[in-house]
């Protein structure tokens, strides 16, 4: 009986890991520490990573993307990545207030 559970058990994990389109949005917010630093509290001079405002994380992300908001390397940086995983990055924040 242990085999059945165990292909069940390796099913699973395998459509998990397929429905996952690239890294976690926690995996992505790493990244973004460089300059916001640690857990995305930055001392000074970067903005500290909005947490708990999914929309508003979403929206300027678009807008750098987009070059709606000018600014030094954010524009270059949100362009590297998909709708699908701004909106993880941001899901990701909201998530960890």
């Not at 270059?76 to 990701?92: F, G, M």
Request: glycine share 8%; proline share 5%; with cysteine.
């Amino acid at each position: 009986m242990r085999a059945p559970a165990a292909l069940a058990a390796t099913l699973l994990a395998a459509g998990a890991a397929a429905a996952q389109d690239g890294p976690s949005g926690q995996a992505m917010v790493q990244t973004c520490y460089v300059c916001h630093g640690p857990e995305g509290r930055s001392a000074e001079g970067v903005p500290a990573l909005m947490r708990g405002q999914k929309e508003f994380v979403v929206r300027q992300m678009i807008e750098f993307k987009t070059d709606r908001r000018p600014v030094t390397i954010m524009n270059r940086v949100a362009k590297s990545y998909s709708d699908a995983e701004i909106a993880a990055i941001a899901d990701y924040l909201a998530a960890s207030k």
